[in-house]
């Protein structure tokens, strides 16, 4: 990457910004000091009240002009009730910003001549198998990354999602029990376990794991060196941030989401400083500061080049500016246009964690957001923010603004329609059976086991493979329960919802997300349990 230079013109501007930032004051790296005199100073204003409007204890946002990196800085604290604030080289979670890192890797595994786009998956893991046995032979490497496979929204992310004891090998042997939801590449339907997979052929061709490979070919190359490829290695740091979600709509600290097991799809932690890095790299069509190719610029086109269509849904009145006149999966990438110009960009979440990348080619600038929070309107009113000073908006419109009015009128909505299920529920309803009759041991075709236990007087569910998702068990109506988790901030409560045979006896138990806001990745829909063997209180 070109060598990062200060700009005395620019110096007092950018100390002033650092302050308002809640950062250490240090010299920023500018690469045009008249955008950073013109616009730095108001977006630094911005990004402060996103904070407090958004309720987000901290980010680091990595800007990039040029080819070059305009600044690297941290805004806030990297954990709520303590001072120490966010700084360049700060570590959060990019969740899914992983998979463009696992689509150069392959992409340099095809400059090498080791394997093409469209070549089968079983040519390299001869084991892989899906639902459908056609499906199988005709899933390419290329389809791994696109999000056609015929799987759902999330489908089988619980293999991973809160963190699993499952290992690798057997999410990816799993897989040929999940259903598919459409037919194969008829559309888009965003997954996780295909990267997965991905991460495991990357593994194979170098010989190496998957954080090792991309150590070796990315992370050392671009001088990336405070960059972890897990989260363990991330905590052994002195400065990373901590999570945070919110309980009861009131911001809180949680323990870190460790995903050693879906690395190809989620394993970058980062910093503003290495992720400016990376996305010069991708500005600049795969070639470093040297001059060398990390990625030949052929592939870098690969990488941004349409894939799948998406749907494109007509916004919200207050946001019709936002909507695209395209919008395609690419490789690692989605892709769509704002302003007359193309966009790349990808989003990413983890337990605590949210990020954005945002890239426009054809002006070499490029944003990173990266946030210790759940709050995707924080990032948007940002990045449009300052999109709209990059491409000289003809209309200045408060994003932040705008963002938090439509948060607030979408999470009233969701409350009142909970309200409304709950008003209309038949609350004077029994259960068809006595409460023990429901405990037992139920297993899913392709999660495996979970099981419902009196303990202490009330029923307990537990997924055996997911430390983290047990739950007490409250009826609501009829032969539907809700479990509510122990771990509050998922805010992933479920609906449980029991079937029964003529006999009286439980035929299948079904699942599925109270609230619209729960995150696709708590694939309970997709679950069907069945009893493992009858209730023990049905035996008599």
Do not use: C
Not at 9 to 22: E, F, Q
Not at 38 to 62: C, E, H, N, Q, Y
Not at 423 to 451: C, F, H, M, V
């Amino acid at each position: 990457m070109k060598t990062v230079r200060t700009f005395a013109a620019a110096a007092m501007t950018l100390a002033v910004w650092g302050a308002l930032a809640g950062a250490p004051v240090m010299a920023a790296p500018v690469a045009d000091a008249d955008f950073a005199n013109r616009v730095i100073p108001s977006f630094s204003d911005d990004v402060r009240r996103a904070l407090k409007t958004f309720d987000v204890p901290g980010m680091a946002i990595a800007i990039v002009m040029n080819g070059e990196v305009l600044s690297a800085r941290g805004y806030g604290v990297r954990k709520l009730g303590e001072p120490t604030p966010v700084d360049g080289k700060t570590l959060f979670e990019v969740a899914s910003n992983s998979k463009a890192f696992t689509a150069a890797t392959l992409a340099m595994l095809v400059d090498e001549g080791k394997l093409a786009w469209d070549d089968p998956v079983t040519k390299h893991l001869p084991g892989f198998q899906m639902y459908d046995s056609y499906v199988t032979g005709q899933m390419t490497v290329r389809d791994l990354l696109t999000h056609r496979s015929g799987l759902g929204l999330g489908a089988g992310d619980l293999l991973w999602w809160p963190s699993t004891n499952f290992s690798t090998d057997e999410i990816i042997e799993r897989l040929r029990y999940v259903k598919p939801a459409t037919s194969f590449r008829a559309s888009y339907a965003y997954d996780n376990l295909l990267y997965i997979v991905a991460g495991k052929i990357i593994a194979e061709k170098t010989g190496k794991p998957w954080g090792e490979a991309v150590q070796e070919r990315i992370l050392t190359p671009l001088g990336m060196n405070g960059t972890k490829t897990s989260v363990a290695e991330m905590l052994a740091t002195s400065d990373y941030s901590a999570p945070h979600s919110k309980i009861r709509d009131k911001i809180s600290v949680v323990k870190p989401m460790p995903v050693p097991n879906a690395v190809g799809a989620v394993g970058i932690n980062t910093n503003a400083e290495d992720i400016g890095r990376w996305m010069s790299l991708l500005l600049n069509q795969g070639k470093m500061e040297d001059g060398k190719q990390l990625f030949s610029s052929k592939q870098a086109a690969e990488l941004w080049s349409e894939q799948t269509p998406m749907r494109i849904r007509d916004p919200k009145p207050a946001l019709a500016a936002t909507k695209p006149n395209f919008m395609a999966y690419g490789l690692g990438f989605q892709l769509r246009d704002y302003r007359g110009y193309k966009v790349a960009m990808h989003g990413g979440a983890l337990q605590g964690f949210y990020s954005t990348v945002l890239m426009v080619p054809e002006k070499k600038f490029g944003i990173a957001i990266l946030t210790n929070a759940e709050n995707s309107a924080a990032m948007a009113s940002l990045y449009y923010t300052m999109l709209d000073l990059v491409l000289d908006a003809p209309v200045k419109t408060d994003w932040i603004k705008v963002y938090a009015e439509q948060e607030a009128a979408m999470h009233k909505e969701e409350l009142e329609r909970q309200g409304k299920e709950t008003t209309a529920r038949a609350a004077a309803s029994k259960p068809s059976l006595p409460l023990a009759s429901y405990d037992g041991e139920y297993e899913d075709a392709w999660y495996g086991k979970a099981s419902i236990r009196a303990e202490g007087g009330k029923h307990v569910m537990r997924f055996e493979r997911t430390p983290d998702l047990s739950g007490e068990l409250e009826h609501f109506q009829h032969d539907t329960f809700i479990v509510r988790w122990k771990e509050r901030n998922f805010n992933a409560d479920a609906y449980v919802t029991f079937a029964l045979n003529p006999d009286g006896s439980i035929e299948r138990m079904k699942m599925a997300p109270i609230s619209t806001e729960t995150d696709f990745s708590y694939d309970f829909r997709d679950l069907s349990f069945t009893p493992v063997k009858p209730p023990l209180a049905a035996k008599k």
